[in-house]
């Protein structure tokens, strides 16, 4: 397909049993609304891709599998090339792209583009639905959805929390944000990218799920990345720490749950492992890496929170604590 006109009109795609479809986004009661619509998509839903980014192109493969019409844009057309092979039809606008279909996600690398992209074709998308599955803040989140309500764009947020070979696989993992009306309205066409989990109506809780696991991530890659600095310049071969390094790596998720209860029941005492004894450890941590002249300021910024913490009288306390730890802002 190299046309538009295998694309059905609007006014074909828009399923009839879609009543209000406009009107979800003006209505201020709809994030208390929780009666899903019936499934209303045909099998094949026409839809539009902007972005073609690797996860773009991981998006628009999963829905051209699912047999879905997908029209693509990218900025630059060329990285549309293996979409377009796979059956996808380019678009010479976004303008274009978004007039091809009902449902339009886009997928760029911040909201900056996602906002260059959008606001000028906010026209065009009056009345469809803009899928956002770009990461950036809760707060960023919720002020483009204010933009879509203002502009009549039904506007559901996303996060992908997978990477791109994950994407319509049993593995995946999407989150979803905003009126859920609206969620279960397109679920038929979005369940092609596998994983989706509404998680509210407050168009920013999918960055308010993401960000946190992303700190959870990236902190934890962090000191992976670290750990092996240090072995290196030690003189350790980094192939020689594998094993260990997924052993000890592999210990975080066991304490999970437990550090979810003691935040709960606010229980902080009576533990294997406390404060005092987590600063000791990241003391020789720092030390060994600025005597191998390694970066050693996100050690010292955890020690400094911890070193706090010992002169307040809490050394003892379990690290069940640390997340409050985090919370106490010094001026
Ligand atoms: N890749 C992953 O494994 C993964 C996993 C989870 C979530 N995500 C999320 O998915 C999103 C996209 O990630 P990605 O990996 O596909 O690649 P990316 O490098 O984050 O984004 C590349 C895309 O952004 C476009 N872009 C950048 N600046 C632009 C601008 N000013 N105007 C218009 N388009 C612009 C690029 O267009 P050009 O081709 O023209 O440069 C390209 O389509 C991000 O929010 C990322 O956090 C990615």
């Known amino acids: 397909m190299n046309s538009f006109t295998a694309v059905p009109s609007r006014a074909e795609s828009v399923p009839r049993d879609f009543p209000e479809h406009s009107k979800i986004a003006r209505d201020k009661s709809r994030w208390s609304r929780a009666t899903p619509l019936r499934g209303i998509h045909s099998v094949a839903t026409p839809i539009t891709v902007l972005g073609q980014g690797p996860m773009g192109r991981a998006l628009t493969q999963a829905f051209l599998t699912a047999g879905h019409p997908t029209t693509v844009w990218n900025r630059t057309a060329a990285k549309a090339a293996g979409s377009v092979a796979a059956g996808a039809i380019l678009a010479d606008s976004p303008g274009a792209a978004v007039e091809a279909a009902e449902l339009v996600v886009v997928n760029v690398i911040d909201y900056d583009a996602v906002e260059a992209i959008v606001r ?21 989140a919720r002020r483009l959805a204010g933009w879509a309500e203002e502009n009549g764009i039904d506007y559901l947020d996303g996060a992908i929390m997978v990477p791109t070979t994950a994407v319509g696989t049993p593995e995946s993992l999407i989150f979803y944000a905003g009126d859920e009306r609206l969620y279960q309205a397109h679920k038929p066409a979005l369940d092609a990218l596998g994983g989706g989990t509404y998680v509210g109506a407050d168009p920013g809780r999918a960055a308010s799920m993401d960000v946190p696991l992303l700190d959870m991530f990236f902190h934890g890659y962090a000191g992976l990345a670290h750990g092996f600095a240090l072995a290196k310049a030690e003189g350790i071969d980094p192939a020689d720490l594998a094993p260990y390094a997924k052993m000890i790596t592999g210990l975080v998720p066991q304490f999970v749950e437990e550090h979810v209860r003691r935040m709960q029941e606010q229980d902080y005492g009576d533990d294997l492992s406390s404060i005092r004894s987590m600063a000791a450890g990241l003391s020789h941590i ?8 390694l970066d050693a300021g996100s050690v010292r910024a955890v020690q400094a929170i911890l070193r706090r913490a010992i002169e307040a009288g ?17 001026a």
């Open 120 to 140: 000028p074709v906010a026209t065009q998308l009056k009345g469809r639905t803009l899928v956002n599955l770009v990461a950036d803040t809760p707060c960023r």
């Open 286 to 293: 720092a030390d060994t890496a600025e005597e191998n002249r």
């Open 314 to 330: 809490r050394g003892d306390d379990s690290l069940g604590k640390l997340t409050d730890l985090f919370g106490e802002v010094t």
